[in-house]
C-alpha cells in the first residue's frame, strides 16, 4: 500500500493565484516526520520543510504554508500568490522512527505557473 | 561547497555492463540513502546505511549492491546493468535524527 499519496498528478495555475498541493500519509507509527521537497526543471531536489508528528502547529514561511492534520492524516501544502518559479514538481514524503529512516515519498504533484 | 557529491551526472551502458556510482557527502553525516526516480512513480528507496559499516535494503534492492567503509561514502554498484536499470539516481544523507535529507543532483543512468 502506498504510505504517501498525492493525488493530484499535475495542476496548472495563472500567476499571482493561491494553490494548494494535498498530501495524505499513512503510518502506524507515533513518532513519524513528514516533508516537503521541491524539484525545479534543473532536477535537484530541495528541501522545503520538515514537521514531526507531535506538532501539528501550521507554519508559514513567506508565500509557502503548510497545514499538518493528524485526524486526516495529511499534511497539505500552500502556495500563496504564485510565482513563475514555483512551477516545479513537489514531493511529499514520510520518515518512520521505527523503519530506520527511510524516506517513503509520494509519487508527486507537477506544478505549472501560466504568466 | 559543502553537501553531497555524485559522479558521474550521466552514463550510458550496455546491457549486462557494470558500474559504480559514487557518492561523497562531507557534512559528517551518519545517515546515507540512494534513490530511483522513475516517471510516474516518485523516489523510490534502493538501499540505505545509518553509519559506517552498516547497510540496509530498501524497497527495490535488486540488481544493486552498497557499502559504507567510511562515513563519506557510499558507492553504489550495479552489477549487470538492466534497461529496467535505465532512471535518474540520487544519493542523499542526512544527520541521525530526521533533520531532514540533502540530496545529490543526480546521476541520469542510460541502459541500452
Known amino acids: 500500500a502506498q504510505k504517501v499519496t498525492q493525488a493530484q498528478t499535475e495542476i496548472s495555475v495563472v500567476e499571482k493565484e493561491d494553490v494548494t498541493l494535498d498530501c495524505v500519509y499513512e503510518?502506524?507509527?507515533?513518532?513519524?516526520?513528514l516533508f516537503w521537497y521541491k524539484q525545479p526543471p534543473s532536477g535537484e531536489l530541495v528541501f522545503l520543510i520538515r514537521?514531526?508528528?507531535?506538532?501539528?502547529q501550521n507554519e508559514i514561511s513567506g508565500r509557502y504554508s503548510w497545514n499538518f492534520q493528524k485526524s486526516t492524516s495529511s499534511f497539505n501544502f500552500t502556495i500563496t500568490a504564485s510565482q513563475v518559479v514555483d512551477s516545479a514538481v513537489y514531493f511529499c514524503a514520510l520518515s518512520e522512527v521505527n523503519t530506520g529512516n527511510q524516506f517513503y515519498f509520494g509519487t508527486g504533484t507537477s506544478l505549472t505557473v501560466i504568466p | 561547497n559543502a553537501g553531497v557529491t555524485q559522479t558521474p551526472k550521466f552514463q550510458v551502458l550496455k546491457t549486462g555492463q557494470s558500474m559504480t556510482l559514487q557518492c561523497a557527502q562531507d557534512?559528517?553525516?551518519?545517515?546515507m540513502s540512494w534513490y530511483r526516480q522513475d516517471p510516474g512513480m516518485g523516489l523510490r528507496l534502493i538501499h540505505y546505511s545509518v553509519g559506517a559499516g552498516i547497510t540496509d535494503q530498501g524497497e527495490v534492492p535488486n540488481g544493486y549492491n552498497v557499502s559504507r567503509s567510511t562515513t563519506e561514502d557510499f558507492p553504489l554498484r550495479l552489477l549487470s546493468a538492466a534497461p529496467s536499470q535505465t532512471s535518474v539516481y540520487f544519493c542523499a544523507s542526512s544527520r541521525q535524527g530526521l533533520s531532514g535529507y540533502t540530496f545529490g543532483s543526480g546521476t541520469r543512468l542510460t541502459v541500452v
Open positions: 557534512m559528517n553525516h551518519e545517515y
Open positions: 503510518t502506524r507509527d507515533t513518532t513519524y516526520y
Open positions: 514537521r514531526n508528528s507531535f506538532d501539528e
